[in-house]
């Protein structure tokens, strides 16, 4: 049996804790990868939203506080009167106005509509899968592929929200789960919806080609300051990004547990192991193996047990959060599976596998 085989197959011999081991650092990888799959869904989801239809950055009402910051976004209101005036200073070159609201239907506890002029629609990256677009000064609503599946409704259909009803003239698609299990609408509609007439929830911005955006963010700061914020990137929302930060200490925390938790589990399996083996670790020595080879192949079994580990913690990740994200519960989460994930997970899986194997295998001299 070649030196390979060796490492490969001793770790099972005691099956029993074999699978022990496997499955208390399996359920840290696991717990890692979800983690961390959640986390880049809602790095993922907020900068598709502050960056919608390749906007620079958006301009919402005054933020008065950082716990109101996730409130205030996309729910403020500010005048409409707003866009206009955006929309005149120097260096901008479109400003679109849209205003958002959330309201819950018969099949649905977060229905998102969005109320936006029918020709500025690219702003959020709809492609209409069936039927049309809707238009101004009607009842009609395009509705995300979700949504009509979560609805049981499609085109020519009514769909009622808040006691009025709207009919359904298409079917979009848009690569963000929020947009998709939800609705777009005319924007009086939705203002309407929340008894909010003349009122917006938020501007996009694009700017002038070659112009500096931050200087054209400080010109609407000078101009409108006092009543508007201006949004480019995450760190302006201070409360997604302290829940960001809690997600990435809790994957750093349980990442420290799974090192610590997996460490001691594989050197308990591993120093039992050796112990067991006592006469066939001296046989080893005695057919000329040295030391070096013998503590190598500790390693080695320990190694493998910790890739089976995260083999099946990985999977096991996906599994949960998927099931997460296919509940109600969790309807907007939109989990993201980065190479960076797998990556650290395999990681600290070797490193654990290091850690636990090495002890043992000093242990056997």
């Given at each position: 049996?070649?030196?390979?085989?060796?490492?490969?197959?001793?770790?099972?011999?005691?099956?029993?804790?074999?699978?022990?081991?496997?499955?208390?650092?399996?359920?840290?990888?696991?717990?890692?990868?979800?983690?961390?799959?959640?986390?880049?869904?809602?790095?993922?989801?907020?900068?598709?939203?502050?960056?919608?239809?390749?906007?620079?950055?958006?301009?919402?009402?005054?933020?008065?506080?950082?716990?109101?910051?996730?409130?205030?976004?996309?729910?403020?209101?500010?005048?409409?009167?707003?866009?206009?005036?955006?929309?005149?200073?120097?260096?901008?070159?479109?400003?679109?106005?849209?205003?958002?609201?959330?309201?819950?239907?018969?099949n649905s506890p977060y229905f998102a509509v969005v109320g936006l002029d029918p020709e500025d629609y690219q702003?959020?990256?709809?492609?209409?899968?069936?039927?049309?677009?809707?238009?101004?000064?009607?009842?009609?609503?395009?509705?995300?592929?979700?949504?009509?599946?979560?609805?049981?409704?499609?085109?020519?259909?009514?769909?009622?929200?808040?006691?009025?009803?709207?009919?359904?003239?298409?079917?979009?698609?848009?690569?963000?789960?929020?947009?998709?299990?939800?609705?777009?609408?005319?924007?009086?509609?939705?203002?309407?919806?929340?008894?909010?007439?003349?009122?917006?929830?938020?501007?996009?911005?694009?700017?002038?080609?070659?112009?500096?955006?931050?200087?054209?963010?400080?010109?609407?700061?000078?101009?409108?300051?006092?009543?508007?914020?201006?949004?480019?990137?995450?760190?302006?929302?201070?409360?997604?990004?302290?829940?960001?930060?809690?997600?990435?200490?809790?994957?750093?925390?349980?990442?420290?547990?799974?090192?610590?938790?997996?460490?001691?589990?594989?050197?308990?399996?591993?120093?039992?192991?050796?112990?067991?083996?006592?006469?066939?670790?001296?046989?080893?020595?005695?057919?000329?193996?040295?030391?070096?080879?013998?503590?190598?192949?500790?390693?080695?079994?320990?190694?493998?047990?910790?890739?089976?580990?995260?083999?099946?913690?990985?999977?096991?990740?996906?599994?949960?959060?998927?099931?997460?994200?296919?509940?109600?519960?969790?309807?907007?989460?939109?989990?993201?599976?980065?190479?960076?994930?797998?990556?650290?997970?395999?990681?600290?899986?070797?490193?654990?596998?290091?850690?636990?194997?090495?002890?043992?295998?000093?242990?056997?001299?």
């Amino acid at each position: 049996m070649s030196f390979l085989t060796l490492i490969l197959k001793n770790p099972f011999r005691s099956k029993s804790r074999a699978i022990l081991a496997i499955i208390g650092i399996g359920i840290g990888i696991a717990t890692i990868i979800a983690l961390g799959a959640i986390t880049d869904g809602m790095i993922a989801s907020a900068d598709d939203t502050l960056h919608a239809g390749g906007c620079d950055f958006t301009v919402s009402g005054k933020i008065e506080s950082t716990s109101s910051q996730m409130a205030t976004f996309g729910t403020s209101t500010i005048d409409e009167d707003y866009i206009d005036k955006i929309a005149n200073v120097t260096g901008v070159k479109d400003a679109i106005g849209m205003y958002m609201t959330v309201l819950m239907t018969t099949n649905s506890p977060y229905f998102a509509v969005v109320g936006l002029d029918p020709e500025d629609y690219q702003v959020s990256d709809l492609t209409i899968t069936e039927g049309r677009m809707y238009k101004n000064d009607t009842n009609e609503i395009v509705i995300g592929k979700i949504a009509s599946e979560n609805e049981e409704k499609g085109v020519g259909d009514t769909i009622t929200l808040d006691d009025k009803k709207f009919k359904i003239v298409g079917i979009y698609e848009s690569g963000n789960t929020l947009q998709d299990q939800g609705g777009f609408t005319a924007i009086k509609n939705s203002q309407k919806l929340s008894k909010d007439e003349g009122k917006i929830s938020s501007i996009y911005i694009k700017v002038n080609d070659g112009e500096d955006v931050d200087k054209v963010r400080d010109r609407i700061t000078d101009k409108y300051g006092d009543n508007l914020t201006t949004i480019s990137s995450l760190s302006d929302l201070e409360m997604t990004k302290n829940m960001i930060d809690m997600l990435n200490g809790a994957s750093l925390a349980i990442s420290l547990l799974a090192i610590i938790i997996g460490a001691v589990g594989i050197i308990n399996t591993m120093l039992t192991s050796v112990f067991e083996r006592t006469r066939e670790l001296g046989v080893l020595k005695a057919v000329g193996w040295s030391d070096e080879k013998i503590l190598l192949m500790i390693v080695g079994e320990s190694i493998v047990i910790t890739i089976v580990a995260g083999i099946i913690g990985s999977i096991v990740g996906v599994i949960g959060v998927e099931l997460l994200a296919a509940s109600k519960i969790m309807q907007l989460l939109n989990p993201v599976y980065s190479v960076d994930i797998f990556v650290k997970a395999f990681a600290i899986a070797l490193f654990v596998g290091i850690i636990g194997g090495i002890y043992p295998a000093l242990k056997s001299h």
